[in-house]
């Protein structure tokens, strides 16, 4: 066996000429959230499997001292985590200028990185998860300290191979090239279901980077929030009558979760003008959002809530109130005592249940963290049984009129797990879909993603608030409010972004748009840094979006040509993003509904003034957003076929979309039930 002193000297960079000594064990700062402990089932032999898989990272001279100490991490919190490598302190995404890099690529991702791991960022920073229960980064602290220093050496001729967290090397390759390229979690068929992937990640090897935690560029809450505003407005809109040019005054939302991605919710029904009930079983969450100013008002009886939501209400006023409790206890009394309650959803981590994601009635936040602590035996059973009262309190209320949807979190299909087979449009399976329709079946898909308007956003690298501002004017600019009412909307967005506090963390800004138009506010950004008006810009987007995404119960639900069920889409979007030369991309199994049940990507493209930027712009933008389109498009969605036919004649000579003829219904399905009626 080649001993690992020969090992040690094959490698430039590793944990041993990163550390003359082993770091001591970091300080836990009080008060930082931490990852519940996740359920360790392995073997005996899986247990050393794990053990000598973290070793991997660690030189021999301290095998001996930390074999037991990762086996207690493994043992107690179900995975390895490598405390001790994570830097003392606080991490923040710093200004570009303080990191150390061969190109701004390299710094620019240290930015990002360290801003998803913030503590004012990060839903449980000290364990990398980002966001969404179990959405980390990568998976321990011996991979952030490769990656940081594999991001400081990269230089425009290299790029660097992420694979579930690892770093599997730097390979040559030209400035054309991606600098990064990054998969999540991407597990044989076969293979692709919740019980692998626990045993894989416990074992070290897959990393669930939920959407853009793995890909490096969550920019906090403010991601979603133009989102579900637009979702929520949007609703308004279709479901209760509200014109397009009014906005939800004195109208109710009720949902739940005050988390990394769902604390969002209040701050956007606030912006959209209406009153929304939170429903959050963990204080902190509420205090979080409470200090932050993105909730107005904390109550704790259900009574209390709904007496304070109808005051607002009658006043037309914006305001966003936090119940503390289990949202199941909330729907309860409004079932019981006929309150009105206009649009209703949930966002708690339904795609991932079992695993501490949906608390169940009857028991605090702190009792269900101890249960999934001791064991999951009657803890799997209480999320059944309280998911299917969840479903049976939505039914009565939506049979008195609420329009309920799905948020993307996988609720329906969690319901489905729990027995409940009526909720099945076919009362059988999901394959023809649920009985209440997911939001982008409804909203997001015909109104936004079949145009492909999506969330485009970009971080200003600098640190300063001065480029945020100008880059938000500039934004502005770049929109024609007339054009259609979904661009009057994102005018207003970008209008009042500044004014609505968005900002957590690192200096970024969100905002919807169409192919040409992040084309050309991309391009106008990458002016602006080349005449030394801003600094350094990251673009990217959420993988949440119109191209990148095959997610047959959320981005691609408004699919139904059958194709649902397929993953090309999002593959091509990866290959063709990195083809284009975009800095980074990134492609995840599972992200936002759970493992196995999607495929999404994103990109990361660093703007550096330079003409070379232009270009990957000019191809890679449209590309990334219209290869979606076309999808659509094909899958005969009508705003998609128009979106498509103006683009063909619009980059006449460089892009060319296959479009679908369109069936006559009547035709085939006569001709169908003729043919059926014979051959019985
Ligand atoms: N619609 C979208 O665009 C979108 C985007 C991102 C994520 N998601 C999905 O939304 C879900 C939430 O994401 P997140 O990042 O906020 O996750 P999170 O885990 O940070 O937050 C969920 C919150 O729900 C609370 N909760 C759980 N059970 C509860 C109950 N019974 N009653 C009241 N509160 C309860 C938890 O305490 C937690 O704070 C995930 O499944 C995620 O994948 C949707």
């Known amino acids: 066996m080649i001993a690992n002193t020969d090992i040690a000297k094959a490698m430039e960079i590793h944990l041993g000429t990163l550390f003359d000594e082993l770091p001591s064990m970091p300080e ?63 991490i923040k995404g710093r200004p570009i200028d303080d990191y150390k890099g061969n190109c701004i690529e390299g710094r620019a991702f240290q930015v990002m990185i360290d801003n998803n791991l913030d503590f004012d960022v990060a839903l449980y920073p000290y364990e990398l998860v980002t966001y969404g229960e179990t959405g980390q980064v990568c998976q321990n602290w011996m991979q952030y300290r490769l990656i940081s220093r594999y991001l400081e050496v990269l230089t425009r001729e290299q790029t660097l191979v992420m694979a579930s967290g690892h770093p599997v090397g730097l390979f040559a390759s030209s400035p054309e090239a991606p600098r990064v390229i990054i998969t999540n979690a991407l597990m044989v068929g076969c293979f692709d279901d919740q019980e692998n992937w626990h045993r894989a990640t416990a074992l070290g090897v897959a990393n669930y980077g939920q959407m853009t935690a793995g890909g490096w560029m969550y920019i906090g809450p403010q991601g979603i929030v133009h989102g579900t505003y637009s979702t929520i ?5 279709a479901k209760l009558g509200i014109p397009t040019d009014q906005d939800l005054a004195g109208r109710l939302f009720v949902t739940s979760g005050l988390g990394g991605m769902s604390g969002a919710q209040g701050k956007a029904v606030v912006i959209a003008n209406g009153v929304g009930i939170i429903a959050e079983v963990d204080y902190s969450r509420i205090q979080t959002r409470l200090a932050q100013g993105w909730i107005d008002q904390v109550t704790e009886s259900p009574a209390e809530t709904f007496a304070a939501a109808r005051e607002y209400q009658c006043n037309r006023q914006g305001w966003a109130i936090a119940f503390y409790g289990n949202v199941v206890d909330l729907l309860e009394y409004a079932v019981h005592h006929d309150v009105k309650i206009d649009l209703l959803s949930d966002q708690t981590s339904c795609h991932a249940v079992y695993e501490g994601g949906y ?37 009565a209320l939506s049979n008195r009129g609420t329009y309920f949807f799905d948020y993307g979190n996988s609720f329906l299909k969690a319901v489905y797990d729990a027995g409940i087979k009526d909720i099945c449009k076919n009362g059988e399976n999901p394959l023809d879909g649920f009985i209440f329709q997911s939001y982008v079946e409804d909203i997001m898909g015909p109104v936004l993603f079949d145009y492909g308007y999506g969330p485009f956003r970009w971080v200003c690298l600098s640190g300063r608030d001065e480029d945020l501002s100008k880059t938000d004017r500039a934004a502005m600019e770049c929109i024609d409010p007339e054009r259609r009412f979904q661009d009057r909307d994102n005018y207003n967005w970008i209008r009042d972004a500044l004014k609505n506090r968005l900002v957590v963390g690192t200096r970024a800004r969100i905002l919807y748009q169409d192919a040409l138009g992040r084309m050309k506010i991309a391009l106008k950004f990458n002016e602006m840094v080349r005449t030394g008006e801003i600094g350094p810009v990251m673009l990217g987007r959420d993988h949440h979006d119109t191209g990148g995404t095959d997610s047959p119960f959320r981005e691609t639900a408004n699919i139904r040509d059958g194709s649902n069920i397929m993953a090309d889409m999002a593959t091509h979007c990866f290959a063709g993003n990195a083809a284009r030369g975009m800095s980074l991309v990134a492609l995840h199994n599972g992200g936002g509904v759970g493992i196995g049940k999607a495929i999404n990507g994103g990109f990361g493209l660093v703007l550096d003034g330079s003409e070379r930027v232009d270009a990957i712009i000019r191809r890679a933008i449209p590309w990334d957003v219209m290869g979606g389109v076309a999808r659509r498009a094909w899958a005969r ?38 043919a059926f009626a014979k051959h019985k």
């Not at 407005?233 to 809109?237: D, E, K, V």
């Not at 963290?369 to 309190?393: C, I, N, P, Q």
């Not at 036919?645 to 009547?666: C, F, M, S």
Request: include cysteine; glycine fraction near 6%; aromatic fraction near 10%.
């Open 28 to 90: 836990f700062t009080p008060g930082i959230r931490r990852a519940p402990a996740r359920h360790f089932n392995l073997s005996q032999k899986d247990t050393e499997l794990a053990l000598k898989n973290a070793l991997r990272y660690i030189p021999e001279r301290w095998h001996a001292q930390l074999a037991p100490e990762f086996l207690e991490e493994l043992l107690s919190c179900g995975r390895i985590y490598g405390y001790r490598f994570r830097p003392p302190g606080h």
């Open 637 to 674: 969605n009508q705003p998609s076929i128009e979106t498509c036919i103006q683009y063909n004649e619009l980059r006449k000579g460089l892009d060319h979309i296959t479009l679908p003829y369109v069936a006559d219904e009547r035709l085939i399905g006569d001709l169908v039930e003729e």
């Open 233 to 237: 407005l949007n609703a308004g809109r």
């Open 359 to 395: 608390c169940p009635q009857g028991i605090s936040f702190e009792q269900r963290t101890e249960l999934l602590r001791s064991g999951h035996a009657g803890f799997k059973e209480m999320v059944d049984a309280t998911l299917r009262h969840h479903y049976e309190l939505i039914k």
